[in-house]
């Protein structure tokens, strides 16, 4: 029980600093006014917009899950486990969906 709570803490905080980190990623288009470099600012903006909700949305089914489990007295610390993996493996998917969409030239 207590490694579950610390557990869904842990993806609280991750589920938080993964979410404003994709954001942030937006900072990747400042380059595209310069020579030679080109941007596809719909999959950015598409990226950028949908990360965050992606990454509160697994948070927020994680955490459910992880209650009833708990209620009912079922082991509960692989839940939060799958959850933190699923964030850092969106996380990253979407920082490769900004680095796709930013084309540096010269």
Excluded at 15 to 25: E, M
Excluded at 44 to 56: F, I, K
Excluded at 89 to 106: E, H, M, P, Q, Y
């Amino acid at each position: 029980m207590v490694a579950s709570v610390v557990l869904l803490v842990v993806l609280a905080l991750e589920a938080v600093v993964a979410g404003w980190a994709i954001v942030f990623l937006s900072l990747a288009f400042g380059s595209c006014n310069a020579p030679g470099n080109s941007c596809n600012v719909a999959l950015g903006g598409a990226v950028v917009y949908v990360g965050p909700a992606l990454v509160g949305l697994i948070a927020l089914v994680v955490i459910v899950w992880a209650v009833f489990r708990m209620v009912r007295r079922w082991m509960t610390w692989p839940v939060p486990v799958v959850g933190i993996t699923a964030i850092v493996v969106v996380f990253f998917a979407c920082r490769l969906l900004v680095d796709a969409a930013v084309t540096r030239g010269i």
